[in-house]
């Protein structure tokens, strides 16, 4: 546990490191300078700025570039990829580049209030005009519209729709503890957890210290509803109420049946595949991880090596994020980040790019047969349950408010201290609330 708390201390250090040595495995990042430099035959980069560098993530990533690139010959695609999970080390990177007015062309980011940040600062353009030229209004769904328009105008292109209120785990290690089916309640994920303990397997896999604060987010919904969850991010929410400290405490007691914390969400996740652990809470994008073999991925098989629930308590909510792609103001390439958009937008490119992703499209034209398996349930599940907003994938919280919520989430991996966690968020939502 130890490990966590001091990456707190550490985070700061590392993006410093990152802006001189590039990210992960799909690029570079400290390369960022050269995205509209002219290459070889005179085209001009277009530096596409993320935090997709992990098996199925970097695999659609890639077939959007495949397709970017045959649409637009005068461009080549420049991978500007940051290595981690949920985009925290990428996030600072951005923000120092953004502070020194050298924008790349195009960066992910979550749609929500993630945004509200850098649209306030005013580092991005509005993109109303490519919604209209495109007729994007006709098939995005409107609630996705509604979320990421802030009076009137529409500052992000969506690529997708995640679920992050998914309960992965492995049907062997279950049946091997005693466990006949996926846990429907809170109550019932505990005493799994604890059949699982006595056979010496690992009850609960998870990642680095962002891992841990989306368990929290669904222990938060799996124990308050979905009504009560929603409720926390309106002016005058209540964090300190007895609701709230009875989820804190089923999380830290779910918590408990953790193993070491893992790099990140992959190494966890694998855990579960290759049968070392019974569960992780993981967003669905680790559905590309488990079953898509190219670039590292597992190639395991579903229902055999791995299987999947909503999270417990959680069942008939969908807990959503979704990634997009913004125009920074100052882009130096900014036709070539348009070309890129239009491509992210576009229904070829959302079904390349979706099913290796382990997400469904945003666009509700997409190709439905497409998406089979996990992603049949997915895309039937988002169109019939209730929604929730994520916490830690930007949708119901700003950037600071969850800065401050992932401090907290670390001080108490070190402390184990309920009342000073609650009333961490209690500050945090009282300081950061709109």
């Known amino acids: 546990m130890r490990r966590w708390f001091a990456a707190v201390s550490i985070t700061m250090a590392g993006v410093l490191g990152l802006a001189a040595c590039g990210g992960g495995s799909s690029g570079g990042g400290g390369q960022a300078a050269q995205s509209s430099a002219a290459t070889g035959g005179g085209k001009q ?7 997709w560098t992990g098996p199925g993530e970097a695999d659609g990533l890639q077939a959007m570039k495949k397709i970017f690139e045959e649409r637009n010959p005068g461009y080549t695609f420049f ?5 981690g999970g949920s985009g925290d080390k990428a996030k600072a990177l951005l923000q120092s580049k953004l502070q020194a007015d050298t924008p790349p062309d195009t960066f992910q980011g979550h749609a929500g209030a993630e945004l509200q940040g850098y649209i306030k600062a005013g580092d991005l353009e509005d993109l109303t005009f490519l919604y209209d030229e495109l007729k994007l209004k006709d098939v995005f769904p409107a609630q996705l519209v509604d979320q990421i328009s802030v009076q009137g105008k529409i500052y992000s292109v969506p690529v997708n729709i995640h679920r992050s209120n998914v309960l992965w785990f492995n049907p062997k290690v279950l049946k091997e503890a005693g466990v006949a089916a996926a846990p429907t309640t809170i109550e019932e994920f505990v005493a799994d957890l604890e059949k699982v303990k006595a056979k010496g397997k690992i009850p609960l896999s998870v990642g680095s210290e962002w891992t841990v604060t989306h368990l929290l987010e669904n222990v938060l919904l799996g124990t308050l509803g979905t009504d009560a969850y929603n409720a926390l991010f309106k002016p005058g929410a209540d964090w300190n109420s007895p609701q709230v400290a009875k989820a804190l405490e089923n999380f830290k007691t779910i918590l408990s049946y953790a193993g070491d914390p893992q790099d990140d969400w992959q190494p966890a996740a694998k855990q579960v595949a290759d049968g070392q652990a019974a569960f992780t809470i993981m967003g669905d994008w680790a559905y590309g991880y488990f079953h898509n ?22 069942g008939g909510t ?6 997009s792609f913004t125009l920074p103001k100052g882009a130096k390439n900014r036709d070539g980040a348009i070309a890129w958009l239009k491509v992210a937008a576009s229904k070829e490119g959302q079904d390349a790019f979706n099913p290796k992703k382990g997400s469904i499209p945003a666009r509700k034209d997409a190709d439905r047969s497409l998406y089979t398996d996990y992603l049949a349930d997915a895309l039937k599940d988002w169109s019939s349950d209730k929604l929730a907003g994520s916490i830690q994938h930007g949708v119901s919280v700003s950037q600071p408010w969850l800065a401050a919520i992932n401090e907290a989430v670390g001080l108490f991996i070190a402390g184990k201290d309920v009342a000073a966690l609650q009333k961490a968020l209690a500050d945090a939502a009282q300081a950061n609330a709109q």
């Open 318 to 323: 969908y807990l959503w994020l979704s990634d």
């Open 45 to 51: 980069q277009v530096e596409v700025f993320s935090w």
């Open 293 to 314: 073999p190219p670039q590292g991925g597992l190639g395991k098989k579903s229902k055999e090596d791995f299987d999947w629930a909503p999270a417990p308590g959680t």
């Open 79 to 83: 991978d500007a990829a940051v290595a």
